[in-house]
């Protein structure tokens, strides 16, 4: 499985970005999408996640109610849609392929390469 992470840049505090992380090869073993951010200095820490059936997400507790994540199955793509942007929202955001819901990094078999995102105040 290979994964396309894109629709990173620079946004003021309290503006919008949509990133989007597009699947190919055997998607048949999808079954969750997570999305985690990693800051300079910092450990990788997750950010949402969303079955492939949709039935279920999640959201850590810092960007919840700003962020949403949904997917296009037809398109094999996630999104991640971030509203009212932080500077501490400042970050390499990666997308990840794992067989169980789960908040660890490890617990995700594979990753897209990552897309800057900063948050200017």
């Known amino acids: 499985v290979q994964l396309q992470a894109s629709g990173g840049g620079l946004v003021q505090a309290g503006g919008s970005l949509r990133l989007a992380c597009a699947a190919s090869?055997?998607?048949?073993?999808?079954?969750?999408m997570g999305w985690f951010r990693q800051s300079p200095g910092k450990e990788r820490e997750f950010v949402a996640y969303i079955t492939w059936s949709g039935s279920s997400t999640y959201y850590a507790d810092s960007v919840k109610g700003r962020f949403t994540i949904s997917r296009d199955n037809a398109k094999n793509t996630v999104y991640l849609q971030m509203n009212s942007l932080k500077p501490e929202d400042t970050a390499v955001y990666y997308c990840a392929l794992g067989p169980y819901m789960e908040t660890l990094p490890r617990n995700y078999d594979y990753w897209g390469q990552g897309t800057l995102v900063t948050v200017s105040s």
């Open positions: 090869g055997r998607t048949s073993s999808i079954y969750v």
